[in-house]
T-cell receptor, first 114, second 112 residues
Framework: ETGVTQSPTHLIKTRGQQVTLRCSSQSGHNTVSWYQQALGQGPQFIFQYYREEENGRGNFPPRFSGLQFPNYSSELNVNALELDDSALYLC?????????????FGEGSRLTVL | DQQVKQNSPSLSVQEGRISILNCDYTNSMFDYFLWYKKYPAEGPTFLISISSIKDKNEDGRFTVFLNKSAKHLSLHIVPSQPGDSAVYFCAASRFGNEKLTFGTGTRLTIIP
């Protein structure tokens, strides 16, 4: 069983640039969620995708957008990067409808904005 | 507004003793609670959960207690082992879905 994989693991961008982060979900999982973990904080829910549609969004501006593909992999796009976007971005997959809330996380993509 | 709070940023416990990690929440609509464990350079991994219809759930060395009236839950680890050293996050959701609200974490260090 393949786990959740994310790429890239680390990247550095400058303010105003755009970034795309990628995630392959665990085999058999149909739901992908993205979380932002700032230094010293817990993960914060950005949004969730189910069957290629956004299925809930946290308190993040529209410049955070996403996609889910037919194979359930996903992308997180952030436009007009700000210094505060520096964080670990975690992708998590799950099987919707289980009612357990259990997520399977990847190792994350660490974004530094200079 | 921090709906899930872990007020102890760190905790040190002697190997073999009990570790107790605490978590408080403010949103009474939460009905499912989870604990995740995170090692450096790894993503969080699911540890144990509890539904609001229960007050206790056990899995081996790990037990989670839920006090709904106090909006408080705790994770007990007995006996504590060096491999338990990690950051522990408490999380909550509504309807048992996967949109989790996390606390800020407690760094547990087990002293050999």
């Amino acid at each position: 069983e393949t786990g959740v994989t994310q790429s890239p693991t680390h990247l550095i961008k400058t303010r105003g640039q755009q970034v795309t982060l990628r995630c392959s979900s665990q085999s058999g999982h149909n739901t992908v969620s993205w979380y932002q973990q700032a230094l010293g904080q817990g993960p914060q829910f950005i949004f969730q995708y189910y069957r290629e549609e956004e299925n809930g969004r946290g308190n993040f501006p529209p410049r955070f957008s996403g996609l889910q593909f037919p194979n359930y992999s996903s992308e997180l796009n952030v436009n007009a990067l700000e210094l505060d976007d520096s964080a670990l971005y975690l992708c998590a997959s799950s099987l919707s409808g289980r009612g357990t809330g259990e997520l399977f996380f990847g190792e994350g993509s660490r974004l530094t904005v200079l | 507004d921090q709906q899930v709070k872990q007020n102890s940023p760190s905790l040190s416990v002697q190997e073999g003793r009990i570790s107790i990690l605490n978590c408080d929440y403010t949103n009474s609509m939460f009905d499912y609670f989870l604990w995740y464990k995170k090692y450096p350079a790894e993503g969080p991994t699911f540890l144990i959960s509890i539904s609001s219809i229960k007050d206790k759930n056990e899995d081996g060395r790990f037990t989670v207690f839920l006090n709904k009236s106090a909006k408080h839950l705790s994770l007990h680890i007995v006996p504590s082992q060096p491999g338990d050293s990690a950051v522990y996050f408490c999380a909550a959701s509504r309807f048992g879905n996967e949109k989790l609200t996390f606390g800020t974490g407690t760094r547990l260090t087990i002293i050999p």
